[in-house]
């Protein structure tokens, strides 16, 4: 599979230096921020800081829109503000954009765009004028001699009250991205093949896959969310959410050493996280075999695994144990010399991608 026109950010305003930007992962319910922190040159780490969103019965766009995002970032500037920083670059999640795949007449890149701006209107109801969207053309028309396209949008009202919510406290947006685009950056450039990334959050997961570097495949996966897992292992132990972390912390330490130190807390963890890994396998497993019998591709070469459940101990081991395909979640690790920072990936990716 080959692509005419490649993704780029949904909104790009003028383009700071990534060393004086802060990377945003905005998730259905909470901000996780992330930057790098070059002091000691020999040394690269992450700064990071997460900011929970208060509890909410409607959907994430209404909240934006309603005026619970400006209150969050108004009791929370003081925390943004030690970055330091006033350019943000933000992932966006799925919840607030819709993304297909289109058969459209073949024809000039104007034609196609115009196409696709009267397609995504009519199924999301708006008029192309309310809408900001992406695309990107694979390159070989279908046999009836179609174009596949690829495409991306969101409310142009959410962009907006998105920026100037940001601005109210002194940051400037610079650029927005698809929760897709982004993750389809962690693949490396001189990727040619088939690959899967994984995104193990604490409340959605969402799979992506992706041919020489391109989206062109993306679906939640159910019942894998790290959440419940989190709280089940405080409940089982005992301990607070916050001592539940210093312990994987130091499970995560211990994982590489060949140390009888921890033994029984880490059976008990292998045993109580079985369940959860096996899940996430089996949603994985399925959703690919579906993708690969619909569109007829080969099988992918890697899947890369970030986001919080990328960082439990032992899940290299054990979920490679459990799908077919090698998995890779030491991506963070290889770049940076903090280790427990796995959430903050897709902040980071925000911070120094940007397709444009």
């Given at each position: 599979?080959?692509?005419?026109?490649?993704?780029?950010?949904?909104?790009?305003?003028g383009?700071?230096?990534?060393?004086?930007?802060?990377?945003v992962?905005?998730?259905s319910s909470?901000?996780?921020?992330?930057?790098?922190n070059t002091?000691?040159?020999?040394e690269?780490?992450?700064?990071?800081?997460?900011?929970?969103?208060?509890?909410?019965?409607?959907?994430?766009?209404?909240?934006?829109?309603?005026?619970?995002f400006?209150?969050?970032?108004?009791?929370?500037?003081?925390?943004?503000?030690?970055?330091?920083?006033?350019a943000?670059?933000?992932?966006?999640?799925?919840?607030?954009?819709?993304?297909?795949?289109?058969?459209?007449?073949?024809?000039?890149?104007?034609?196609?765009?115009?196409l696709?701006a009267q397609?995504?209107?009519?199924?999301?109801?708006?008029?192309?004028?309310e809408?900001?969207?992406?695309f990107w053309?694979?390159?070989?028309?279908?046999?009836?001699?179609?174009?596949?396209?690829?495409?991306?949008?969101?409310?142009?009202k959410?962009?907006?009250?998105i920026?100037s919510?940001?601005?109210?406290i002194g940051?400037?947006?610079?650029?927005?991205?698809?929760h897709a685009?982004?993750l389809?950056q962690l693949?490396p450039?001189?990727?040619t093949s088939?690959?899967v990334?994984?995104?193990?959050?604490?409340?959605?997961?969402t799979?992506?896959?992706c041919?020489?570097?391109?989206?062109f495949?993306?679906?939640?996966?159910?019942?894998c969310?790290?959440?419940p897992?989190f709280k089940?292992l405080?409940?089982?132990?005992s301990?607070?959410?916050?001592d539940c972390?210093?312990?994987?912390?130091?499970l995560?330490?211990?994982e590489?050493?060949?140390?009888t130190e921890l033994k029984?807390?880490?059976?008990?963890?292998?045993?109580?996280s079985r369940?959860?890994?096996l899940?996430?396998?089996?949603?994985?497993?399925?959703?690919?075999?579906?993708?690969?019998q619909?569109k007829l591709?080969t099988?992918?070469e890697q899947?890369?695994?970030?986001g919080?459940g990328?960082?439990?101990?032992?899940?290299?081991?054990?979920?490679?144990?459990?799908?077919?395909?090698?998995?890779?979640t030491e991506?963070?690790?290889?770049?940076?010399?903090?280790?427990?920072?796995?959430?903050?990936?897709?902040?980071?990716?925000a911070?120094e991608?940007?397709?444009?």
């Amino acid at each position: 599979m080959k692509f005419i026109t490649k993704p780029t950010s949904l909104f790009s305003m003028g383009s700071s230096n990534s060393n004086s930007r802060i990377g945003v992962d905005f998730q259905s319910s909470r901000l996780i921020c992330a930057r790098s922190n070059t002091h000691n040159r020999d040394e690269k780490k992450i700064e990071g800081l997460i900011i929970p969103f208060p509890e909410r019965e409607c959907s994430l766009k209404h909240w934006i829109l309603s005026g619970g995002f400006h209150e969050v970032l108004q009791k929370h500037r003081k925390n943004i503000s030690r970055f330091g920083d006033q350019a943000i670059a933000c992932v966006l999640p799925e919840s607030l954009t819709h993304s297909c795949t289109l058969e459209l007449p073949m024809g000039s890149e104007a034609e196609i765009h115009d196409l696709v701006a009267q397609d995504l209107a009519d199924q999301q109801e708006l008029t192309i004028e309310e809408l900001t969207f992406d695309f990107w053309m694979e390159e070989n028309p279908t046999t009836e001699g179609m174009a596949n396209v690829h495409a991306v949008c969101i409310n142009t009202k959410v962009v907006k009250e998105i920026v100037s919510q940001f601005l109210a406290i002194g940051y400037h947006c610079d650029r927005i991205d698809s929760h897709a685009n982004s993750l389809a950056q962690l693949i490396p450039d001189t990727s040619t093949s088939l690959s899967v990334v994984i995104d193990w959050g604490l409340d959605e997961v969402t799979l992506i896959i992706c041919d020489a570097g391109q989206p062109f495949y993306s679906r939640k996966l159910r019942n894998c969310q790290t959440r419940p897992f989190f709280k089940k292992l405080a409940e089982h132990w005992s301990i607070s959410p916050a001592d539940c972390d210093a312990l994987l912390n130091r499970l995560c330490h211990q994982e590489h050493k060949r140390s009888t130190e921890l033994k029984g807390l880490k059976d008990s963890y292998l045993n109580l996280s079985r369940e959860l890994f096996l899940r996430l396998a089996d949603e994985a497993s399925r959703t690919i075999e579906f993708a690969h019998q619909k569109k007829l591709f080969t099988v992918p070469e890697q899947v890369l695994l970030v986001g919080s459940g990328a960082g439990l101990p032992f899940v290299s081991r054990e979920i490679n144990q459990l799908l077919p395909l090698p998995v890779q979640t030491e991506y963070l690790t290889q770049k940076y010399s903090t280790a427990g920072m796995s959430e903050f990936i897709v902040a980071m990716t925000a911070l120094e991608g940007g397709r444009s």
